[in-house]
């Protein structure tokens, strides 16, 4: 039992093909009730009082089963995030500022990687919060791929294996407007085509499969 979820909704499984071998992915999503369980106190020097991070979403990715073993099992997450401000909460408001940004690991940041983790049947762990700055509202949205990962060079191209949306809502004002968690979605080959122009912007070193 994941006990930082606020319920235990049945989990979306999405199946995969990897190297010709069948897998699926387990998604569980949901609100977080327990900082110390979501592993917020482990983040050294982390700005922010644990449990300002109620509410918010958690995500947890696992890969099991898969059939293939050994190399073929080697897989990588992508994020793509999309940040949409707003100074105003009226109907049809304005965006005041959209930002679309990588999900890395601040440390690994500078390394030319396009993964947020990457590994022999790596698992996604992911819990958003705080990110609404100085706006009245902020809708934060992630699109997330399994994706493969080049065995003996660049040369190789990343190709997507499946993909998920999810998300949150949040208010400056969060005493009388909590935050909203956005519904998973499994997402087609469109969604990765949507992004594509942008990863190639941004890693141009590295290739990435329209298919």
């Given at each position: ?52 991070t109620l509410g918010y ?85 992630a699109d997330t791929f ?66």
């Amino acid at each position: 039992m994941l006990s930082w979820l606020s319920d235990q909704n049945q989990p979306t499984v999405i199946p995969f093909t990897l190297k010709d071998y069948p897998g699926q992915v387990t998604v569980r999503y949901g609100a977080n009730t327990d900082p110390v369980k979501a592993g917020f106190d482990s983040l050294p020097s982390f700005p922010l009082d644990l449990e300002e991070t109620l509410g918010y979403p958690c995500i947890h990715a696992i890969i099991d089963p898969y059939a293939g073993s050994g190399y073929r099992a080697l897989c990588g997450w992508i994020q793509v995030i999309t940040d949409d401000w707003y100074d105003d909460l009226a109907e049809g408001a304005q965006t005041a500022k959209h930002a679309v940004s990588m999900d890395l690991p601040p440390a690994l940041a500078s390394l030319d990687l396009p993964y947020a983790c990457v590994g022999i049947l790596p698992q996604l762990f992911d819990a958003p919060c705080k990110n609404i700055a100085q706006y009245a509202k902020l809708v934060w949205v992630a699109d997330t791929f399994l994706a493969t990962v080049p065995l003996r060079s660049r040369e190789e191209p990343i190709r997507c294996l499946l993909g998920f949306r999810w998300g949150y809502v949040e208010y400056a004002d969060h005493l009388n407007r909590p935050v909203e968690i956005l519904p998973l979605q499994v997402t087609d080959a469109q969604m990765w085509m949507h992004h594509l122009p942008f990863l190639r912007e941004q890693f141009p070193d590295w290739r990435f499969d329209s298919e």
